[in-house]
Structures are given as structure tokens and as C-alpha cells.
């Protein structure tokens, strides 16, 4: 692909910002104890409520001012990023490997392994999502390993759903009855033959789903019930700052920002990609 | 052939309710923590508990306590809620108008919005018009139902506040309502001050359910209408001097609305789904703000209610669209 064909799909501006943020933030969260300002868990009631730094009465070194205990905003947010990421990823992979595993058994073998599966997505998606995770996270218990695992166990039914339907197509292409005729087995077909074709499909939806998971992440712990109550994440900034709004906005408008850019990216860059793998647009 | 297809559907449709109900179940009895425990003042002796625990069914296995559960909640008998102290169902229909409303109302904005941008779009095409419209529905639909909420409460709650940014209505105003359907029956009675007050409080949360929706629609059906567009029966149209956006309404858009239809239809259950943080964010007072309360007090038999009954929900929305998908298409109607 060469450089004037993807500008005129107006794909790479967009991607290089997108890019740029993700890495801007996951360098920051990665080095969180040496980018971070302050200690974000630091408490100082002389500094509570302090404004970002380009309003009067702000302070030095608390460039987005300070939340209703004195805790430093933006090392709250740099330190958020680090939950934020590792959730985005371990529950965005977890719900790859078991929906596109899934999925492609439904989409190739048919018969009763679709049956079955398709079924079970049935009643997946008769949940409301987040009533679920809530669920999930109440009996699994709060902390980082169950916001993980009930965002993969809920989420895996969005890659076995596309999955599914594109192994379904790709098994009745020509290729796949050669390559039966040729006298490779089904398994080995499936993967050799349908996975690499679905591929595209699959890390695109990988990129979305991270956007998913962060988001997911956050509203759980706006309903306090994430990882434990003391270290920050951005849903627990946000709640804080839904709570005192009227006294101190940017404890809101920061991490919202934040979360924002986050989410735009991810999608961003899942489009991209997707543009990028498909040879029907390329 | 719509019958059966109705009766195949109906069918999958009680398997699905059914499969809820065994995951739901499951789920809730691994959880720890004993409700039991939370509902005893301290002190309270192991011959209470047990007492209690029998009270609730809470004694017998796990299969015993599903079955029973489930031959009540065939009879209409949901069980009583443990932090409420009351039937269960009743809390239900007391809080789902509350959410239908709002998820209508929405539907209806996203449906109008999509509808509008749609349009403008496939009338436009090939304009700067349409490339703003495609950034709009882009954002929209890239940012979820939860930061749109955040982002309105900043704009219009706190820095041009015009909107009340929570509950569903004033509470010194004196309701003469006699169900819960207060949106709906204040427009009913014509109590318009009424009406006011519960959009005012309805409007924010609505928008941040439509917006992702309507930027689905507006996408999909804007992409039907160009394919429509050059067939020849509209190219027809035009020739008998028809403009553009009479095309569009009189010709266009009843053959572009069939795949558009079907998707709405699924998107309204994810909107659906959206009201349960939507309406926390808000403290708007429906059944997923009281799901999120029921799961944090770990009262099993409500939370068990509120997710059969959105499932219910969801499940009746997919029947009502696949049935209105075979009436509507010419070839299924006939097939």
C-alpha cells in the first residue's frame, strides 16, 4: 500500500494521531512512577480542589489541579493508565482467543458445533452487558483479575459472532474444497486454510474490543466495584468528579478527555487496520 | 410459512429465556457472601439464620432451588426481594415504564436524528455536506452511550445549565399520575408543565442513548439510499421531474428501510442495554438503576427478576423485528 492511496482514504492522519496518543499514554503508564508529578495517592488538604494551571490560583507541579482530598489529577490519571491498559489488553486477548476459537469451529465444522454454539451466543446476548459484568465483578469478587475475566467472559461472543460468519464464507470458497480434494484434514484446513483469511477480521476487532474493555473498566469502577479503592483508575476519577462537579470540574473533564481520546483511538486504529488487511479495499 | 416461521421462533425464543434463566441462576449461587448474613442484625443466633435460610429456599440444592424458582416465576411469582422486603415483580413493573420511556424516547430521537442526517447525506452525496455528516457519525457512534452521558452533564448540567442532571422529576411537583408511565400519561392528560419537567430530566440521558444509534442509522440507511438511487425506477422519477429530496422520501427510502429495519432492531436492545448505566449515571430511577443497587446488596431474587426480564425484553424486540422483516419483504411475504 502505497503512501498516496492511503491518504486518499483519508486513512493515515488519522491513524498516526491515533497511534501517537495510545503510545503517548501507554509510555506514560509504563513509566507512571517516573513521569508522574506527584504521588497520586498523596493527600494534602491545604491543596484540595486546586484548578488546572492556567487559572488563578492554581499551584506549581499540579498542571490539571487537584481532586477534594488534594490528590494531583494528572498523576492519578498517568498512574489510571496503567489499570486502564493492562485491562484493555488481558480482556480484549482472552476475549479473542475464546470467541475466535468458537466461532471458527461454528463457521467451518457447521452442523451441531453451530447448533450449539450459536445457541449459547442466543443467550449471551439476551444479557444486558454491563448488568452483567456488574454481576460478575459482585460474585467474582473486586480487583484486577475479575474486571479481566468478566470483561472476557461477556465480550467473546462479539468476535464469535463476525467470526463465525466469515469462516462460514470462506468455507464454501473454492480453495477450501481444493485443499480438501488435496487431502488435507478439516482441522488442518481450518487452520492453515480459513484462519489466515479471517485474520484481518479478527485484529481488528481485537483493536475495537480494547476500546470496549477500557470502557467497561470504567464503568465499573464508577459503580465502585473495579479493582480495590485505593489505587486510582479513570472510572473512579470520574466518579469522584461526578460527585463534585459544581466545586471542581476538571476532576471531571480530564479523565473524560482521557478516556475519550483513548476509545477514539482504539476504534481508529481498528478501522485502519481493517482497511489495511482487506484486499477488496486495498 | 410466516406462521411457522413464528412458531420456529417463538420456540428458540423460550430455549434462549430458558438458558438465562440456568445462567443467571448459576452465577448468582456461586456468588460469596452469605444475603442471609447482610439481612441479621449482629448477634443474631445460628437458629435464625437457619430459620431465615429455610424462608428463602436457601436450604436445599442448588437443581431443587432452580426448579422451585422456576415453576414460581412460570406461575408469575418472582419470589421477594431480600434488601426490599417486597414481591419482587411488583418492584419490577414499578420501575420498567420508567426505562421503556426512556429507552422510547430515545429510539424515537435516534430514529429521527439517523433518519434526518440519512438524507441530507444520500441528497448531498459527494459533498462536503456528506463528509461532515460521516465525521459526526463516526464520532458518534465511536464514543459509547456512558461518556456521551458525561459529556452532556458537563455541557448542559454544569456549564449552560439547562437540564436537570438528575432523578426523573422534580420531587416537590405533585403527580396525579396513575401509572408509571408518567411521560407517556403527561402528555395523555395534556399536563404539559407535567411533560416539561419529565423531559427536562429525560432529555440528557435519552440523547446519550441515541446518539451511538442514531449514527448507525444514518449510516446504513444513507449507504441503502445511494445503492437505491441509481436504480432505474428512481432515475425514473426524476426524469418525470421529481427533485432530489422528493425522490429521496417518495422513492427511495421505503426500498432502503428494509436492511436499516433489521438493525435497529437489534441496536435497540443494545440500547436497552445501555439504559442500566445511563440511568445510574442520571439517577434516573429505573429498573437498571435499581439492578445496579440489587446486585451491590446482593438481593439474588431481584437481580434474578430484573435480568429475566430484560431478557425478556430483548428477546420480544428480536421477535417483534424478525416478524416485521417477513412482512414488510416481498420476497419472504410471498416465498
Given amino acids: 500500500m502505497d503512501k498516496g492511496h492511503a491518504s486518499r482514504h483519508g486513512v493515515s492522519p488519522r491513524l498516526w494521531l491515533a ?49 477534594s482530598l488534594g490528590r494531583d489529577l494528572l498523576s492519578r490519571l498517568i498512574f ?63 480487583g484486577l483479575s475479575s474486571v479481566i475475566l468478566a470483561i472476557a467472559i461477556i465480550d467473546w461472543t462479539r468476535f464469535c459472532r463476525v467470526i463465525r460468519a466469515e469462516a462460514m464464507g470462506q468455507s464454501r470458497m473454492d480453495y477450501v474444497e481444493n485443499a480438501r480434494i488435496a487431502g488435507y484434514g478439516r482441522i488442518g484446513i481450518m487452520l ?72 477514539l483511538s482504539f476504534s481508529q486504529f481498528g478501522e485502519a487496520l481493517k482497511a489495511r488487511f482487506d484486499p477488496v479495499l486495498r | ?30 456468588a460469596p457472601g452469605d444475603p442471609i448474613a447482610m439481612m441479621l442484625p449482629p448477634g443474631a443466633t445460628d437458629a435464625d439464620i437457619a430459620r431465615l435460610r429455610a424462608l428463602y429456599g436457601l436450604d436445599k440444592t442448588i437443581v431443587q432451588q432452580f426448579f422451585i424458582w422456576l415453576s414460581g416465576v412460570v406461575r408469575g411469582d418472582f419470589g421477594t426481594s431480600i434488601s426490599l422486603r417486597q414481591d419482587v415483580l411488583g418492584l419490577v413493573f414499578n420501575r420498567l415504564p420508567a426505562t421503556l420511556e426512556l429507552a422510547i424516547v430515545a429510539l424515537v430521537m435516534a430514529v429521527l436524528l439517523g433518519g434526518t442526517t440519512a438524507i441530507l447525506g444520500a441528497r448531498e452525496r459527494g459533498t462536503a455536506v456528506e463528509a461532515g455528516i460521516d465525521i459526526a457519525s463516526g464520532a458518534a457512534l465511536s464514543i459509547p452511550d456512558f461518556l456521551w452521558g458525561l459529556v452532556l452533564i458537563l455541557l448542559f448540567g454544569v456549564l449552560v445549565p439547562i437540564f436537570d442532571i438528575s432523578g426523573r422529576v ?13 411521560f407517556f400519561e403527561s402528555l395523555l392528560r395534556l399536563r404539559l408543565d407535567l411533560t416539561w419537567d419529565l423531559l427536562k430530566h429525560m432529555l440528557m440521558p435519552a440523547v446519550a442513548l441515541a446518539l451511538p444509534l442514531a449514527a448507525i442509522i444514518s449510516q446504513l440507511l444513507k449507504q441503502s439510499l445511494k445503492e437505491v438511487l441509481d436504480l432505474d425506477y428512481v432515475v425514473l422519477a426524476r426524469v418525470k421531474g421529481f427533485s432530489e429530496t422528493q425522490v429521496i422520501l417518495r422513492e427511495a427510502l421505503k426500498n432502503a428501510a428494509l436492511p436499516t429495519l433489521t438493525l435497529v432492531g437489534v441496536q435497540f436492545t443494545f440500547l436497552i442495554g445501555g439504559t442500566v448505566i445511563v440511568e445510574r449515571l442520571f439517577s434516573y430511577e429505573g429498573l437498571g438503576n435499581m439492578a445496579i443497587d440489587a446486585v451491590i446488596n446482593r438481593d439474588l431474587p431481584l437481580i434474578q427478576g430484573i435480568v429475566l426480564v430484560f431478557a425478556l425484553l430483548f428477546v420480544l424486540i428480536n421477535l417483534a423485528v424478525d416478524m416485521m422483516y417477513a412482512l414488510l419483504n416481498p420476497r419472504l411475504r410471498h416465498g
Avoid at chain 1, 25 to 47: E, H
Avoid at chain 1, 106 to 135: Q, T
Avoid at chain 2, 170 to 182: A, E
Fill in chain 1, 19 to 67: 497511534g501517537g496518543w495510545l503510545l503517548l499514554a501507554l509510555l506514560a503508564a509504563i513509566f507512571a512512577p517516573l513521569v508522574a508529578p506527584q504521588d497520586p495517592l498523596a493527600q494534602d488538604l491545604m491543596l484540595e480542589r486546586l484548578p488546572p494551571f492556567w487559572l488563578d490560583g492554581a499551584e506549581p507541579g499540579y498542571w490539571l489541579g487537584t481532586d
Fill in chain 1, 80 to 142: 489510571g493508565g496503567r489499570i486502564a491498559f493492562i485491562v484493555a489488553f488481558a480482556a480484549a486477548i482472552a476475549a479473542c482467543l475464546v470467541g475466535s476459537t468458537l466461532g471458527l469451529i461454528a463457521g467451518y465444522f457447521g452442523g451441531w458445533a453451530d447448533r450449539i454454539i450459536s445457541r449459547v451466543v442466543d443467550v449471551w446476548m439476551a444479557f444486558p452487558p454491563v448488568l452483567f459484568a456488574i454481576l460478575l465483578v459482585a460474585v467474582l469478587g473486586t
Fill in chain 1, 192 to 263: 492453515r486454510e480459513v484462519l489466515p483469511n479471517v485474520v484481518p477480521s479478527i485484529v481488528a476487532l481485537l483493536s475495537l474490543e480494547m476500546g470496549i474493555a477500557v470502557i467497561v473498566e470504567a464503568i465499573l469502577s464508577f459503580v465502585n466495584l473495579s479493582i480495590s479503592t485505593d489505587d486510582p483508575t479513570w472510572g473512579s476519577i470520574i466518579a469522584e468528579g461526578r460527585l463534585s462537579i459544581h466545586q471542581a470540574w476538571w476532576v471531571l473533564v480530564f479523565p473524560l478527555i482521557t478516556l475519550i481520546l483513548t476509545v
Fill in chain 2, 1 to 30: 410459512m410466516l406462521l411457522q416461521r413464528f412458531l420456529i421462533r417463538l420456540l428458540t425464543m423460550l430455549i434462549t429465556l430458558f438458558g438465562v434463566a440456568v445462567v443467571v441462576f448459576v452465577v448468582i449461587r456461586v
Fill in chain 2, 170 to 182: 422534580s420531587p416537590q411537583l405533585d403527580l396525579p399520575f396513575v401509572t408509571q408511565f408518567y
